[in-house]
């Protein structure tokens, strides 16, 4: 299966859970909503979100 991060925006406050390839993209990119620039610590597992 492949990894799967959930990528919060700094900016536009957007979350969306990725895969490793749009990760890639996002932190070439910057977001796809709002094109502010990413950074790896705006990304998490999934696990890592659960309360």
Do not use: N, W
Not at 15 to 35: N, S, Y
Request: one cysteine or more; aromatic letters at 6%.
């Amino acid at each position: 299966m492949a990894k799967q991060f959930v990528f919060d925006c700094p900016e536009c406050d957007s979350v969306v859970a990725v895969g490793g390839e749009i990760r890639a993209e996002i932190l070439e990119h910057g977001c796809v909503l709002c094109e502010a620039p990413a950074s790896v610590g705006d990304f998490c597992r999934p696990s890592e979100t659960d309360a």
